[in-house]
């Protein structure tokens, strides 16, 4: 608890700074009528959400679900992070989001629902009470105006308060979102936790359904059956729209080489895609209605006014400021251990939550790498042979770059080269663009595992891919 309150002081301190910043400059003439009627157009906006609002009449927790205890409640930073008035869809200081994804069937509760007994098989029930399928650490920050989602894998060894080292998704099905709060921030150096979510998987489809599906592009073939839960996946590779049920199919896919983690790269994905197709500022009067579809499906201790800030936030932020990270680790070796388990690095875990969360650095030791130690994948996305990159990889390795491979290539078409930071060393990626000179910056986790830069070749390589020759011939 006292690193949580510890941390939950520098975000209070961070929210004294941002509504600190003053406004000393005098708009000019043309300038003032430009946010005059820019203002108009937000009041009219923010009239007609308020308007909706009012009309969905819920209390002032209207998606909480569970039952927590003071102490439970506790846990949580219990301070506004959204304004009054007309002000309640700003958001007013940075706040982490505990996100959960519930995947629930009969034998995981006591008491079951009627219609879900003496079937052939089990089916999803509409519960929290699980084991969380999905875990997600998200923060909003309005000072930085980033979007940081951390990704845990269900299978990630932790300690579990009263319960000892068991796989971090059991800690919902102990004690709840209190004890998985706990869990996660303990894991993650004592960061605070403000707010919970906890979605059903029945709820999942649902959303993507509202929000008008999703286009994406999936990776490869995939099928599989499962009878005994009636879960059958039917995908086939390529660029497509998927509705709501189809969607669910490619993030609960979970049968290739790489399980859990190969999953949280295809769920980095839709989340990507979904964010940047429908976060924009139409979404926020949506909001009412698409709670309505979803609510059953949902607890929260957020209430509607603190979501509609969240959204509003999302759907102003510009999407580079929007980073996906895994938490780092390595799967166990084979007797390692009595069950598989994601291994938790806590070297490097020090390391995102310095550079992401604002947690202060507990060692001299925390430093990030030079070019020399950092390994770099390669993944090609046009064709190209081994041969054709030979002019980028001795660019690479004349200015440092040591340990540099070529992976699997990347499925996806890419019109321009993602270099994407595995481990979330942002500034890393941006080295080897600017060494480069073409592509984009992500800092996501969808790239080579064992990476801690995946550059991932789109067709403007075409383009420079002379000027390598050039630039590395004898």
């Given at each position: 608890?006292?690193?949580?309150?510890?941390?939950a002081?520098?975000?209070?301190?961070?929210?004294?700074?941002?509504?600190?910043?003053?406004?000393?400059?005098?708009?000019?003439?043309?300038?003032?009528w430009?946010?005059?009627?820019?203002?108009?157009?937000?009041?009219a906006?923010?009239?007609?959400?308020?308007?909706?609002?009012?009309?969905?009449?819920?209390?002032?927790?209207?998606?909480?679900?569970?039952?927590?205890?003071?102490?439970?409640e506790?846990?949580?930073?219990?301070?506004?992070?959204?304004?009054?008035?007309?002000?309640?869809?700003?958001?007013?200081?940075?706040?982490?989001?505990?996100?959960?994804?519930m995947?629930?069937?009969?034998p995981?509760?006591q008491?079951?629902?009627?219609?879900?007994?003496n079937?052939?098989?089990?089916?999803?029930?509409?519960?929290?009470?699980?084991?969380s399928?999905?875990?997600?650490?998200?923060?909003f920050?309005?000072?930085?105006?980033?979007?940081?989602?951390?990704?845990?894998?269900?299978?990630?060894?932790?300690?579990?308060?009263?319960?000892?080292?068991?796989?971090?998704?059991?800690?919902n099905?102990?004690?709840g979102?209190a004890?998985?709060?706990?869990?996660?921030?303990?894991?993650l150096?004592?960061?605070?936790?403000?707010?919970?979510?906890?979605?059903?998987?029945?709820?999942?489809?649902?959303?993507?359904?509202?929000?008008?599906?999703?286009?994406?592009?999936?990776?490869?073939?995939?099928?599989?059956?499962?009878?005994?839960?009636?879960?059958?996946?039917?995908?086939?590779?390529?660029?497509?729209?998927?509705?709501?049920?189809?969607?669910l199919?490619?993030?609960r896919?979970?049968?290739?080489?790489?399980?859990?983690?190969?999953?949280i790269?295809?769920q980095?994905?839709?989340?990507?895609s979904?964010?940047?197709?429908?976060?924009?500022?139409?979404?926020?009067?949506?909001?009412?209605?698409?709670?309505?579809?979803?609510?059953?499906?949902?607890?929260?201790?957020?209430?509607v006014?603190?979501?509609?800030?969240?959204?509003?936030?999302?759907?102003?932020?510009?999407?580079?400021?929007?980073?996906m990270?895994?938490?780092?680790?390595?799967?166990?070796?084979?007797?390692?251990?009595?069950?598989?388990?994601?291994?938790?690095?806590?070297?490097?875990?020090?390391?995102?939550?310095?550079?992401?969360?604002?947690?202060?650095?507990?060692?001299?030791?925390?430093?990030?790498?030079e070019?020399?130690?950092?390994?770099?994948?390669?993944?090609?996305?046009?064709?190209?042979?081994?041969?054709?990159?030979?002019?980028?990889?001795?660019?690479?390795?004349k200015?440092?770059?040591?340990?540099?491979?070529?992976?699997?290539?990347?499925?996806?078409p890419?019109?321009?080269?993602?270099?994407?930071?595995?481990?979330?060393?942002?500034?890393?990626?941006?080295?080897?663009?600017?060494?480069?000179?073409?592509?984009e910056?992500?800092?996501?986790?969808?790239?080579?595992?064992?990476?801690?830069i995946t550059?991932?070749?789109?067709?403007?390589?075409?383009?420079?891919?002379?000027i390598?020759?050039?630039?590395?011939?004898?």
């Amino acid at each position: 608890m006292t690193s949580q309150k510890t941390s939950a002081a520098q975000q209070k301190a961070a929210k004294a700074k941002y509504k600190g910043k003053g406004q000393n400059s005098r708009p000019s003439k043309l300038g003032r009528w430009l946010w005059f009627a820019v203002g108009m157009g937000g009041i009219a906006i923010v009239s007609g959400l308020a308007g909706a609002l009012l009309a969905v009449s819920w209390e002032s927790t209207p998606l909480q679900q569970a039952q927590l205890s003071p102490q439970e409640e506790a846990v949580f930073d219990g301070d506004s992070i959204s304004g009054n008035g007309l002000q309640f869809s700003q958001l007013t200081r940075p706040v982490n989001i505990l996100l959960m994804g519930m995947s629930v069937l009969p034998p995981d509760v006591q008491n079951p629902p009627s219609d879900s007994k003496n079937l052939s098989y089990l089916p999803q029930i509409n519960s929290f009470d699980g084991l969380s399928d999905v875990m997600l650490l998200i923060k909003f920050d309005p000072e930085t105006k980033k979007i940081v989602m951390l990704s845990v894998p269900r299978d990630t060894r932790a300690e579990i308060e009263g319960y000892g080292v068991k796989k971090i998704n059991a800690a919902n099905a102990e004690g709840g979102p209190a004890l998985t709060a706990k869990t996660v921030s303990n894991l993650l150096g004592g960061v605070g936790i403000d707010r919970y979510i906890r979605i059903n998987v029945l709820g999942v489809s649902k959303l993507i359904e509202a929000l008008g599906g999703v286009n994406i592009y999936v990776p490869k073939n995939m099928k599989y059956r499962d009878d005994s839960q009636h879960l059958y996946i039917n995908l086939k590779a390529g660029q497509q729209h998927l509705n709501g049920e189809q969607a669910l199919q490619l993030l609960r896919y979970r049968h290739d080489e790489l399980g859990d983690i190969g999953r949280i790269q295809r769920q980095q994905m839709v989340l990507r895609s979904l964010i940047e197709q429908t976060l924009n500022p139409t979404t926020i009067t949506k909001l009412p209605d698409i709670l309505n579809v979803v609510k059953e499906n949902i607890d929260t201790n957020l209430s509607v006014e603190e979501l509609v800030a969240l959204v509003g936030f999302g759907s102003k932020i510009n999407r580079s400021n929007m980073q996906m990270l895994m938490l780092p680790g390595r799967f166990s070796d084979n007797h390692e251990f009595d069950a598989s388990y994601w291994v938790p690095d806590g070297r490097n875990i020090a390391k995102v939550m310095t550079q992401h969360f604002g947690l202060e650095a507990k060692t001299a030791e925390i430093s990030f790498a030079e070019p020399s130690h950092l390994r770099v994948a390669i993944q090609d996305s046009t064709g190209n042979n081994r041969s054709q990159l030979r002019p980028l990889i001795r660019t690479l390795e004349k200015a440092g770059y040591k340990n540099i491979f070529v992976s699997k290539p990347w499925g996806q078409p890419l019109d321009i080269t993602h270099i994407v930071a595995q481990q979330g060393d942002g500034d890393s990626a941006e080295s080897v663009r600017s060494l480069l000179g073409f592509g984009e910056v992500r800092v996501e986790s969808t790239g080579n595992i064992g990476s801690d830069i995946t550059i991932q070749i789109g067709k403007d390589w075409f383009q420079n891919q002379a000027i390598f020759q050039n630039s590395t011939s004898p």
